[in-house]
């Protein structure tokens, strides 16, 4: 090193040797070998580390789901599961009482989906209660919603219309208002479905059951169906990214640890699990998240049924997915920093279980999915470039990638040829992710953002036909500057390293730049908004 440093001067005295260009790609030279090539090559290793932690939870969470699919047993053979049957003597009184609980807020185009389908499922009429929650702030659409609530009213359905004069914690706040009624303190069981959630009428029948039968379970979750997975490419890749969080991580977690994250509709708590969890919190935007792990720490078990599907809407618009998927990465992050200490204090559960649930649950899936997907993809390859002394293993660059991108992809057999460009969408929705992750970390200023996902219904087909000419004068509120700028760089990368690169990634990088550009753009999903 002092060698170096020695050489490095006495050719900086020498200065009429060498004009100003030469003596600042010497001082390049040097800092570049002395701080920037260290700096590059610990960085790829971390990321590597991350890569192989995402590899290893993968492949496991395969593995349990394939055995189970081989050797294992379905839900009603590893639980007691039978039909409630009609009591001449008894009567009704054999069926639990049930709430069905449904929050809205200014769902003009679905509100008489779910209320529909909520009101149409099958139990008998004086054991079963619907709640809807309205939080609506537009006048008109809180008119119709306690119509339509009248209407079903008029036939003979318990329901109820409940309003709050604030939005204080929102879901979770009307959640928990909602469950201060007498008439709810009285029910055995909690259902909850969002205001785009339409579950068939046997819903009821093919769950309760489990619950009924099987004192130790606290929660009982579906899976989702979308209606609208072939409205454009965008919800394409997000029934991709969806199926694989049903099939494989809510399935293994339900089999190994009876515990995964409620996704915060279409499941059945039972209120003894949920008022002993401590209710509903507002203190993240994850409120379903918390309360389950929550749930888990006081020793209640969980079950997924993957056969049992409840159609709801995929987001559409790019600007409402955003909304969701920083809601979605930020709350977790902030749930991981809120919950350790007390994770880690309980006595309750197995240690095996906290680690499975701050490891695997919260940091690989929640935090390193995010950041290595960003940070190794669309940083370090293009970085490489720029500094060749330092070159990725293969196995970094192809093989864990590869075998990580199959495992995601078998869940959605019909959508596999469009695994390339699902792999570019989830690089670029990495860094917006990446960002929340961090948020949520940091606690900063939008910690807390919550922002209803904007539904369209029957009507976004119909809405896009009108708004497909006035959309493309609007692209000044649609662009993106960051992804723009992060699409600029990497297009720059990948054309230096045509020009002058050792290891050949200018393929992807273009690939990777143009679905940077077209999202900073907005050319993504549908061309619909309220706003």
Known sequence: MKHLTMEFLSDLLVGSQYDIGGHIMLIWGQVKMLLVVPFVRIFMYINLVMSIMLFTEKVYMAIVVAGNKLFGKKPEERYKWEPFEDD????????PLVLVQVPMFNEREVYQLSIGAACGLSWPSDRIVIQVLDDSTDPLVKGMVEMECQSWKSK???IHYQVRDNRKGYKAGALKEGLKHEYAKQCEYVVIFDADFQPEPDFLMQTIPFLHHNAELGLVQARWKFVNSNDCLMTRMQEMSLDYHFKVEQESGSITHAFFGFNGTAGVWRMAALDEAGGWKDRTTVEDMDL????????????????????????????????QQHRWSCGPANLFRKMFIETMRNKRVTWWKKFYVLYSFFFVR??????VTFTLYCVVIPLTVLVPEVEIPSWGTIYIPTVITLLNAVGTPRSFYLVVFWVLFENVMSMHRTKATFIGLLETQRVNEWVVTEKQG????????????????KIGNRILMLELCVGIVIFGCACYDLAYGK???YIYLYLQAIAFLTMGFGYIGTQVSSS
């Open 88 to 95: 001449i003597e008894l009567g009704n009184s054999v069926y």
């Open 156 to 158: 003979g359905v318990n």
């Open 292 to 323: 389950a792990v929550r749930a888990t720490l006081k020793g209640w078990k969980f079950l997924y049924i993957g056969t049992l599907m409840v159609k709801n809407e995929l987001p559409s618009v790019l600007k409402a997915y955003r909304y």
């Open 366 to 371: 929640k935090i390193v999915a995010h950041i």
């Open 458 to 473: 029957d009507a976004s087909k119909a809405k896009a036909a009108a708004q497909q000419r006035q959309s493309r004068f």
């Open 503 to 505: 290891y050949h990634y």
